[in-house]
């Protein structure tokens, strides 16, 4: 512009000074009216002509472009013709470019530069710090903009001299300026960069200024105006940087894409520079991540085509992982560690996942390898960008496995050591990550060289390679990994394990540098890598210790990793292992494991006896202190880490991504390692871990970690409930029981945990708590944790399960409160299983098949609308279905019994029951009906009793017996019902404590039993309609089955086993006096008559009840009266009844010598009782003879007694019950009266054999006395039965018969007395014999010498006696004070038998018989019968007789 022009423009600028007015507001004021057709022609020219005199350019220019302008009225705008202020403004610009003789263009760019200037100067110091407009100088330049895009669409104005000269006056260009001239079409920024060379000096200061800049408060415009920015940035780059042409491109645009990709690398570079700081501040980082946010998937289509971005992303990465490659791989190796998901860099991390999010798994680790064979990388970034592609990505830990395949299989074939270090370096650095992520580097090192199938098995070279590699390794190798390969070492054959050793020497050379000598290392230690050197070497033992008492329990033998330590580890063995082992400690009653471990160790003579002695006195001293210590040491507060984390993963629950969710559950594990801080196990067999449910509480940080992540866990599945029905939910849930499940200790505490909170306070759960927690154990039974069991002490369970099932078993239904909670908790869980899956092999794996049952008993027990016959559908279960069950289940307030029926009828519930795991059997529903307590059922009388006969008659009686039914067979209803009883009264009384909650009140047994009456009753009348005697039946199997029962108690002879026998009889008899005597007898038919057959009753008495008679020898009177009344009760069914009892008397007297005795001692109690039901039931007739037989031989007996003179003869019954009879007779007369002995003499036992044979049989129950007394220690009975034992021996002394009773292979006719009593009485009877001979007189052991047959006797005894002791079976006093020693009886029965053997003669025959047998037992006695017996005989025909 020349200076004539600009005087010109002066002049103009001062005329009418007081009239001047704007000619926006001059044109808004005069187009109210409506134009006439040629108004705006003329309207034209008034304003030219207004303007000529009135406004200059620059005001001109700042008028057109202010805002206010643009802010008309709509009646203004409608009424304005459309570029009438463009015209104006093009028309005065064109006449001033004429009068001042320049280009129009050149004067519009003047002008719009200055406006330009002066809308973007800042007006503050704080606008001075800003890279953006404000939101007024926005709105400005959108209008100047606007003005301007109208100067160029008239031809007035050139953008690429507007650039010019703005670049040249601008030293740094404003970034958003450049955008809205780019956005607004006027001149578009890849223009900017082919024309600018200057632009890589500005663009990218200006980038990082902006990425760096953080927006004032308040004003989330120019927040979301910076990200349009930033993002249209690099859209523009990356679509001149990467997008190719079909064409050959031009030499500028080629100069251009590499600029483009030069300036995003810069970026690229600066952020990585940010993560290497090693203090980054939040500041620092919060320019890089905002940059990082531009990186996104949504460039596509909008500046840039989806091919561009993928290899703008590829490039990235590439330089990503190639930048600054200054690690060695010897660093990497050592610093690996450091470099996990957790530890890493968050911003290295989020740049990862960014450029990884549009690629799968296989195209980015293809592209990993690519990258690792062809350039130099940093092993940081690349190990970092692995860890985030496994936590984020679930299906990268298999590709991983592929991609270590091939590189191993390639570095074996080219002996390639490039592939070698890269295959172990991701190996170790997914293993970093913990097992939920990939697998452990033991696991991947012994899978790839622990078998002679490994990738080193192939040759010796490959073998001397992998040594020769491993070797290098040593010196930079963490311990950990050294362990590793000591403890798994590869295959190596045998005739190359000198290569091995050398290796091995080497690694342990290493670890003794690094204070980690090899002789400190666990037996059992898992070295995944997971954090260098495990804890102290006495925490180490402890664990192998606890790992080696689980291996003896699960295996009954010591572990082969032991044995072998005690040999070639005997250092740590000694000095390490044995110490922990032998830990003082209260011990148990019962041994357990670790006691077991130990006397195995002990056996093997691997534990020195000094020490051991040393271990058992301390534990004596210990018995009465308290072991348990409790103790939490934490170096900061992990329970606020772990709620802030719950939380953030609670907010993933619903909407979170996968990625997101994987990454929160690495952080929550790594939390719970610091709070939990038992190592990872690496388990190759099953672990038993213990847990005591009676037990106080875990340490307080425990038990509130695990309550937070149980509330956790509820709050979540409400969450995610609202939001979806259970088979629409993420994989969220089993996602988090699998990292709890990973740390053994977590899974004790948690499994007392909720021991505790079902079986104590079911009943104060809400029913949030009860949604929640009932899908957090069906998760936890769907887990099928193999590595870990859960073993309840006491053992609720008969064997170790998976943690739900040890769960499941702390809900019990013994009363009305415990079953309205395990109904309510039963029914979410299974609702919530069937809901989780689509199909019913699906829903199998998530319904708990324990929780299932429950509800098959509860359900009918507590509803009797579902006793009714179920109508099943066919077919899959609809969507609908599953909604309503589950919304039944969710929904506030509703009632359990609608929930109950509607899953009652449900189909895929009834499909279940076709499963045999599912299946409620006759068994189970028994268990559970017997430990409901009565005076808490749910039921009342009545009602149970109608419940529990609809179950057994109308569900299980018909039922097959596949499916736990009994198939129409009462007889296979009766047994389960007589195991049920006999198996819940024989349980331990402390389990039964923890199922029953109030010991004082009964249980359902009595009504069981009621039902079992009734069916016994049914079977009998039932019975008696066939061909067969249905009471013959009933006999049979009664006696059948306690058969059984008896033969499966004493399987093998111990005394555990002889005591569960006794208890099983004992409870028997419990049930056999409840049982209708007459169906104890069993009928037969005979020529057309029935008769009565005792051989069962008789048989069973002899095999079993006296097995358990206390006293011995005698039953108790009830069990007496009851079989007598069976026997009376029976003979009604006979056409005789008389005669069929007196024949049945007849040989229960012969073959039953216990009933008999039994009978007469309870003679008094009887009579009445018998006599009664004689005569009931047989019209008022005297008893039969038999059974007056009873009562003549006790009025005999008494009179014998009382010595009356003359002497009533005997009465014809047999000699036992002659004997018995006398034997009560004395016992009613005290004892010591001396006239029985004086009636003793009455009996000629020389002239009437029978009265030798009932003396004989009262002798032997003095003898039966005796050893009760000696038992018992009654001194006074004691004495009585030795003064009647004299008495009776001086009258039969000189009659070799009272010697059978204690010989049991010749009896003879005394043969019965082996029936009166118990198997250990009969033992005890050589016991019995010294100890009663040593007692008398000199005269009366004179005469016993000279007994026929005494001395060969007396010698038998000794031997049985000798044995008898040395098997350590003598008589045990129950007072031990009062213990009779058993060599003092010995050794006066041995020098007994030696005066005996020197008074005696004896035929060479019988000397050597006598001999033989003392010679291996006692050669003392066999030397005396040599030498005293060994003259030769004076009479050698008497020799060969």
């Not at 298999?398 to 002996?415: D, H, K, M």
């Not at 909720?754 to 306070?761: A, E, I, P, R």
Request: glycine fraction near 6%.
């Amino acid at each position: 512009m020349n200076h004539g022009a600009a005087e010109t423009l002066a002049d103009m600028s001062v005329k009418l000074p007081c009239e001047e007015q704007g000619v926006s507001r001059l044109l808004a004021g005069r187009v109210v009216s409506r134009l006439q057709p040629d108004g705006a022609q003329r309207l034209q020219e008034a304003a030219v002509q207004l303007m000529q005199q009135q406004q200059d350019l620059c005001s001109l220019i700042r008028e057109v472009s202010t805002p206010a302008g643009c802010c008309q009225t709509g009646e203004q705008r409608a009424a304005a013709p459309g570029g009438l202020t463009g015209s104006l403004l093009e028309s005065e610009l064109r006449r001033q470019a004429t009068a001042l003789g320049v280009p129009v263009t050149v004067l519009s760019v003047e002008l719009i530069l200055e406006r330009l200037t002066e809308i973007t100067a800042p007006e503050g110091e704080e606008d001075e710090r800003r890279e953006l407009l404000t939101s007024s100088q926005r709105v400005q330049l959108c209008v100047l903009l606007e003005s301007s895009r109208e100067l160029m669409s008239q031809g007035a104005l050139c953008p690429k001299l507007l650039w010019q000269e703005y670049s040249r006056d601008q030293r740094l260009p404003e970034l958003e300026v450049l955008i809205h001239l780019h956005c607004s079409s006027f001149l578009s920024l890849k223009f900017i960069l082919e024309s600018d060379d200057g632009v890589r000096v500005w663009l990218v200061s200006r980038l990082k200024a902006l990425c760096s800049w953080t927006p004032p408060q308040g004003e989330e415009e120019t927040k979301q105006e910076q990200l349009r920015v930033l993002s249209t940035v690099v859209g523009v780059l990356v679509g001149c940087g990467f997008e190719l042409n079909s064409e050959p491109a031009a030499p500028d645009q080629r100069r251009t894409s590499l600029l483009c990709c030069s300036l995003l690398d810069e970026m690229l570079f600066w952020l990585l520079d940010t993560v290497d700081k090693s203090q980054t501040s939040q500041s620092s980082a919060a320019g890089p991540g905002l940059w990082i946010q531009t990186l996104d998937a949504s460039l596509c289509g909008v500046s840039a085509s989806a091919e561009a971005v993928q290899r703008f992303f590829t490039h990235s990465l590439t330089q990503a992982l190639t930048y600054k490659p200054r690690l060695t791989v010897s660093d990497a190796v050592t610093l690996q560690s450091d470099w996990t998901f957790v530890k890493a860099d968050p911003l290295l991390m989020s740049l990862f996942r960014k450029l990884a999010v549009i690629f799968s798994v296989e195209l980015l680790l293809r592209h990993l390898q690519q990258v690792l064979e062809t350039h130099e990388v940093n092993w940081k970034h690349v190990l970092c960008f692995l860890s985030t592609l496994l936590v984020y990505n679930p299906c990268a830990p298999p590709s991983l496995r592929e991609l270590l395949s091939r590189l191993l299989t390639s570095a074996f074939e080219g002996y390639d050591l490039e592939h070698m270090v890269t295959a172990f370096l991701l190996a170790r650095q997914g293993a970093l990550e913990g097992a939920g992520v990939f697998s452990s580097y033991s696991d991947w090192f012994k899978m790839s060289f622990g078998g002679s199938s490994g990738f080193h098995a192939s040759s010796k070279k490959s073998l001397v390679f992998l040594l020769k590699f491993l070797s290098d390794l040593v010196p930079f190798e963490p311990p950990q990994y050294l362990k590793v390969h000591i403890l798994h070492p590869p295959f190596v054959p045998v005739k190359h394990r000198s290569l091995l050793m050398e290796y091995i020497s080497l690694a342990k050379t290493r670890l003794a540098d690094l204070k980690e000598s090899v002789e400190d290392m666990g037996l059992y230690e898992d070295v995944s890598g997971a954090g260098g050197a495990s804890g102290s070497t006495q925490g180490q033992a402890v664990q192998d210790v606890e790992k080696a008492v689980s291996l003896f329990e699960s295996t009954g033998r010591i572990s082969a990793t032991v044995m072998e330590a005690s040999i070639f580890r005997r250092p740590y063995f000694l000095t390490r292992f044995l110490p922990a082992l032998l830990k003082p400690r209260v011990l148990p009653v019962k041994a357990d494991a670790r006691m077991s471990l130990i006397e195995a160790l002990k056996k093997a003579e691997k534990i020195p006896a000094a020490q051991h002695s040393s271990y058992v006195e301390s534990c004596s001293r210990q018995r009465r202190q308290d072991k348990s210590v409790v103790c939490s040491d934490a170096a900061d507060d992990p329970l606020e880490v772990l709620k802030v984390q719950l939380q953030e993963f609670r907010g993933l629950v619903v909407d979170g991504d996968d990625g997101d969710m994987m990454a929160q559950l690495s952080r929550i594990s790594h939390t719970l390692c610091v709070v939990f801080p038992g190592r990872p196990e690496d388990l190759i067999e099953q672990t038993v871990l213990k847990v005591h449910v009676d037990a106080p509480p875990s340490p307080e940080l425990h038990v509130k970690v695990i309550n937070m992540i149980l509330r956790n866990f509820c709050q979540c599945t409400l969450d995610a409930s609202r939001a979806n029905p259970p088979n629409k939910q993420n994989l969220w849930a089993s996602r988090l029981v699998s990292v709890l499940l990973g740390n053994t200790q977590l899974i004790c505490s948690l499994t007392h945990r909720l021991w505790d909170l079902f079986h104590n306070q079911g009943s104060s759960l809400s029913p949030a708590h009860v949604l929640g927690l009932a899908a957090f154990v069906v998760h936890l039974q769907a887990s099928q944790c193999p590595s870990a069991l859960i073993q309840l002490v006491p053992f609720v369970l008969p064997k170790p399960v998976p943690v739900g099932e040890a769960v499941s078993a702390a809900l019990v239904c013994s009363t009305h409160t415990d079953m309205l909670f395990c109904v309510r908790f039963c029914l979410a869980a299974v609702c919530y299983g069937i809901c989780r899956g689509d199909s019913l092999p699906q829903q199998q794996d998530h319904v708990p098949s324990s929780f299932y049952k429950k509800l098959l008993y509860l359900i009918p027990r507590l509803l009797p609308e579902a006793r009714r016959p179920a109508v099943t559908a066919e077919g899959s279960v609809g969507e609908s279905q599953e909604e309503n069950l589950w919304s039944s289940a969710t929904e506030a307030g509703a009632p359990w019994r609608t929930g109950a029926w509607r899953l009652w009828r449900h189909a895929a519930f009834q499909q279940l029951q076709n499963t045999p795991q599912y299946q409620l059997s006759f068994s189970d529903w028994l268990v559970h009906e017997l430990r409901v307590q009565r005076s808490e059922d749910a039921l009342s009388d009545p009602e149970r009793q109608e419940y529990q006969q609809w179950a057994c008659l109308e569900l299980f009686l018909p039922r097959a017996g596949e499916q736990g039914g009994c198939g129409g067979d009462m007889r296979t209803l009766c047994s389960h019902v007589l195991d049920a009883v006999m198996d819940q009264q024989s349980k331990d009384q402390s389990l039964e404590n923890l199922h029953q909650r109030a010991s004082a009140t009964g249980t359902c047994l009595p009504d069981v039993i009621s039902r079992l009456q009734e069916f016994v009753y049914e079977m009998d009348v039932t019975g008696l309609s066939g061909s067969r005697s249905g009471r013959a039946d009933v006999c049979d199997f009664l006696f059948q089955f306690i058969s059984q029962r008896c033969s499966s108690s004493s399987v093998s002879p111990s005394v555990g086993s002889e005591l569960g026998l006794q208890h099983t009889l004992l409870t028997w008899n419990r049930v056999l006096l409840a049982l209708p005597p007459r169906l104890l007898v069993k009928l037969k038919a005979e020529g057309g008559r029935r008769t009565l057959d005792c051989t069962t009753l008789t048989q069973h008495v002899n095999q079993h009840q006296r097995r358990v008679c206390s006293p011995a020898g005698l039953m108790s009177f009830h069990l007496t009266s009851h079989l007598l009344r069976g026997v009376l009760s029976a003979s009604v069914s006979c056409g005789r009844p008389r005669e069929e009892v007196n024949k049945a008397w007849s040989q229960i007297s012969v073959h039953c010598p216990l009933l008999l005795t039994s009978a007469v001692r309870w003679r008094e109690r009887l009579s009445p009782v018998l006599s009664s039901l004689w005569s009931r039931v047989c019209d008022g007739e005297p008893l039969p003879e038999q059974l007056q037989l009873l009562t003549d031989c006790g009025h005999w007996a008494h009179s014998v007694a009382r010595c009356l003179s003359p002497s009533p003869p005997p009465p014809p019954a047999p000699a036992l019950l002659l004997a018995s009879s006398l034997h009560r007779a004395w016992r009613g007369s005290g004892g010591g009266n001396q006239s029985f002995s004086v009636a003793l003499n009455l009996l000629r036992p020389e002239r009437e054999s029978q009265d030798r044979e009932v003396l004989v049989f009262l002798l032997f129950l003095c003898v039966n006395d005796h050893l009760l007394t000696l038992l018992c220690l009654q001194e006074e009975s004691d004495e009585e039965s030795l003064s009647l034992f004299s008495d009776l021996l001086c009258v039969l002394v000189d009659s070799s018969d009272w010697l059978l009773i204690f010989k049991s292979s010749e009896q003879g006719v005394y043969e019965s007395v082996t029936m009166l009593t118990s198997d250990e009485f009969t033992r005890l009877l050589p016991w019995a014999f010294y100890s009663l001979l040593l007692q008398q007189s000199a005269e009366l052991l004179h005469r016993v010498l000279c007994c026929p047959g005494f001395l060969q006797a007396a010698v038998l005894l000794y031997v049985r006696l000798l044995q008898l002791v040395l098997d350590g079976h003598a008589p045990a006093a129950e007072h031990p004070e009062q213990q009779v020693d058993p060599s003092q009886i010995l050794s006066r029965a041995k020098r007994f038998l030696l005066r005996a053997i020197s008074q005696t003669s004896l035929s060479s025959a019988q000397r050597r018989r006598l001999e033989s047998q003392c010679a291996d037992v006692d050669p003392e006695v066999a030397a005396a019968l040599s030498v005293h017996l060994g003259a030769p005989s004076l009479s050698p025909e008497m020799d060969f007789l």
